[in-house]
């Protein structure tokens, strides 16, 4: 019997506007089980339970029991949607290889300031920190940086999170005409400015733009 667990998993699942996959993903579990969760075929354990609870921020009593006041609570966390830090860093300055990209823990992010402000959507968003100097003072080493992956393909000037000779690095880029890109960091202290020809931009893989970053006093 399963008390009506599924009905309260879609509930809070959907409240986040998080797809089965996503959800499933972020639970290191697969999407037919996720499914079997939400269908009622299968229950999820304790400790299960509370890591969704944590993933979509409501009581996990409310989750096993149903009770009225957790529900309340529940509904309180409204408006707000979570954001996966990653276990990696993206050097700003020469390249860093990446060793892991394990989430280990969740971010809140107000759900219309990602929505107007950003344009996106919230399974496009990741977070990492930075690592090196090579972007200062836009960025410091240490910094948490908003990565926005639906923007990967843009030909915008900016900043991007991208992956070059195998190195995950911070850079701020821009198209030339003809197709050429320049990567190039905001320290000239210490960077030196990088044209990567039309020729050989298949070395050059954009994985998202960094649209907000948080850094400490």
Same mark, same amino acid.
């Given at each position: ?13 959907? !409240? ?32 299960? %339970?509370?890591? %969704? ?8 009593? /409310? ?21 996966? $830090? ?12 990446? +060793? !892991?990209?394990?989430?280990?823990? +969740? ?5 219309? /300031? ?15 920190? !930075? ?18 992956? !639906?923007?990967?393909?843009? $030909? ?35 960077? $030196? ?25």
């Amino acid at each position: 019997m399963t008390n009506n667990i599924n009905k309260r998993i879609i509930k809070s699942r959907k !409240s986040k506007g998080y797809t089965q996959k996503y959800l499933a993903e972020i639970l290191s579990i697969s999407l037919p089980t996720m499914n079997h969760y939400e269908t009622g075929k299968r229950v999820p354990n304790s400790a299960l %339970l509370a890591k %969704l609870a944590g993933v979509v921020e409501c009581d996990p009593g /409310w989750l096993l029991t149903g009770e009225e006041k957790n529900t309340e609570d529940h509904s309180s966390t409204e408006g707000f949607v979570l954001v996966p $830090r990653y276990n990696i860093e993206a050097s700003a300055g020469g390249g860093s290889v990446i +060793h !892991s990209e394990q989430i280990v823990d +969740h971010l809140a992010f107000k759900a219309d /300031w990602v929505h107007k402000e950003l344009g996106t959507h919230p399974k496009n968003l990741v977070l990492v920190h !930075s690592m090196g100097d090579s972007m200062e003072p836009t960025i410091r080493s240490g910094d948490l940086l908003l990565v926005d992956r !639906s923007k990967a393909k843009m $030909r915008g000037d900016g900043i991007y999170l991208i992956n070059l000779d195998d190195g995950l690095m911070v850079k701020r880029v821009e198209w030339l005409l003809g197709g050429s890109v320049v990567i190039r960091g905001d320290n000239t202290a210490v960077s $030196r400015e990088q044209i990567l020809p039309a020729t050989d931009l298949e070395k050059l893989h954009i994985l998202g733009r960094v649209v907000w970053l948080g850094s400490k006093l």
